[in-house]
Structures are given as structure tokens and as C-alpha cells.
T-cell receptor
Framework: GAGVSQSPSNKVTEKGKDVELRCDPI?????LYWYRQSLGQGLEFLIY????????KSGLPSDRFSAERTGGSVSTLTIQRTQQEDSAVYLC??????????????FGSGTQLSVL | DAKTTQPPSMDCAEGRAANLPCNHS???????VYWYRQIHSQGPQYIIH???NNETNEMASLIITEDRKSSTLILPHATLRDTAVYYC?????????????????FGTGTLLAVQP
């Protein structure tokens, strides 16, 4: 079956422009996560959705970053007035988030964002 | 979530077992040990997880010490395609439904280089 799909795979933008990154989770997965990974660094948590609600936004680095999720499915991460330090790979993951002990996160291949 | 400590890098000969250690001395009784790996230019991939018993699946084995303060991920017959960064993570499992603690906190992991 289809995995987590992210688009675009690559995005080059100019400093100061707004960008939108899209994530299509695995069908039926109620939990959705956004992470980012700067070059040579580990993964940095940004935000977690359960359904359309975001109970944990603690990782969003500034108010230029926002995310929404509609219909309990597709999520969009928006970065306003991009800065060069926003350049990174933005990764999305989804999971069933049921109450079993076998919860696994499934990651997409990410969007490589380059801010010039 | 408890902090984990992993060596930054390890080498392994192709066909031999790769044993990746992880220390989690402050782990709580309800926290599981999860392992993910990230092959270059891809999103992380779930490998295995466990609570206190040793676990085995088609990818790897997980050995957890009796005091649960450390664990070892074993790839029984490493191949070149196993070259990746391996992340050891401890977290509460079971899908804290609607709660704010579901996120995985990734450290810097261990870069495993499988040599031909």
C-alpha cells in the first residue's frame, strides 16, 4: 500500500517568501508528526496532530511556522517569511496511534527546503 | 522521555553481526526502548521495540538488560544496505491518545558503516 507521501520533494525559495509543505499520511493513521533535519543533524520535533487537533506544538521554532490538518488526513506546514536558517529536510510521519504497544511511526522521504 | 546515550559511530564487516549499544540509565518503568534507522536521504524506519523481554523480528534482535538501564540492537548478518544512522529512543508506548507526549525524541544516533 501507499506510504507517507510528501510534496514537493525539493523546494528552493528566496529569503522572505512563504512556503507550504504538504504531507499525505497513510490512510487511517490518526496521528501525524512533523520533524525537521538540518544538514548533518538529528531530527528535531516540530508538531504533533491527533486527528485535526495539535496537542503538542512545542517544537515550532517561531511564529513564522504554522501547521494545519484537515479531514484527519492531509497536513500542511507553512513557513512565512523564510530565512536561510530554515533550510533543512522537513519530514512527516504518521501512525495508527491506537492503544496497542506496537505503535510504529512511518516516515515520508521528506521535503528538502533550500532558502537562498 | 528518558535520555539515551549511543556511540557516534561503529564499523562492522559485511556478513558479521552488528551489535549497537544504547545506555538509558534513567528509563522509567513504563517506558519502552525503540530503535529506528535512517538510511542516507531517506526518512527514519522503525526496526524494533521492547519493554523488558528480549525481542526478535525479521530485521533485528533487541537485548535489554535485566535492570533495563541499557540495551543492544543486533543485526545478525550485516549487509552494505544496513549502513545507516541507528537511533535508540525511549518513550511511553500505547498511544497516549490525545495527549501531548507521543513524540519521539531523536538523539544523534550511531552511524553504522558496514564494510565490504
Amino acid at each position: 500500500g501507499a506510504g507517507v507521501s510528501q510534496s514537493p520533494s525539493n523546494k528552493v525559495t528566496e529569503k522572505g517568501k512563504d512556503v507550504e509543505l504538504r504531507c499525505d499520511p497513510i490512510s487511517g493513521h490518526t496521528a501525524l508528526y512533523w520533524y525537521r533535519q538540518s544538514l548533518g543533524q538529528g531530527l528535531e520535533f516540530l508538531i504533533y496532530f491527533q486527528g485535526n487537533s495539535a496537542p503538542d506544538k512545542s517544537g515550532l521554532p517561531s511564529d513564522r511556522f504554522s501547521a494545519e490538518r484537515t479531514g484527519g488526513s492531509v497536513s500542511t506546514l507553512t513557513i512565512q517569511r523564510t530565512q536561510q536558517e530554515d533550510s533543512a529536510v522537513y519530514l512527516c510521519a504518521s501512525s495508527l496511534a491506537d492503544r496497542s504497544t506496537n505503535e510504529k511511526l512511518f516516515f515520508g522521504s521528506g521535503t528538502q527546503l533550500s532558502v537562498l | 522521555d528518558a535520555k539515551t546515550t549511543q556511540p557516534p559511530s561503529m564499523d562492522c564487516a559485511e556478513g558479521r553481526a552488528a551489535n549497537l549499544p544504547c545506555n538509558h540509565s534513567t528509563i522509567s518503568g513504563n517506558e519502552y526502548v525503540y530503535w529506528y534507522r535512517q538510511i542516507h536521504s531517506q526518512g527514519p524506519q522503525y526496526i524494533i521495540h521492547g519493554l523488558k523481554n528480549n525481542e526478535t523480528n525479521e530485521m533485528a534482535s533487541l537485548i535489554i538488560t535485566e535492570d533495563r538501564k541499557s540495551s543492544t540492537l543486533i543485526l545478525p548478518h550485516a549487509t552494505l544496505r544496513d549502513t545507516a544512522v541507528y537511533y535508540c529512543i525511549v518513550r511511553v508506548a500505547g498511544g497516549n491518545y490525545g495527549g501531548a507526549t507521543n513524540k519521539l525524541i531523536f538523539g544523534t544516533g550511531t552511524l553504522l558503516a558496514v564494510q565490504p
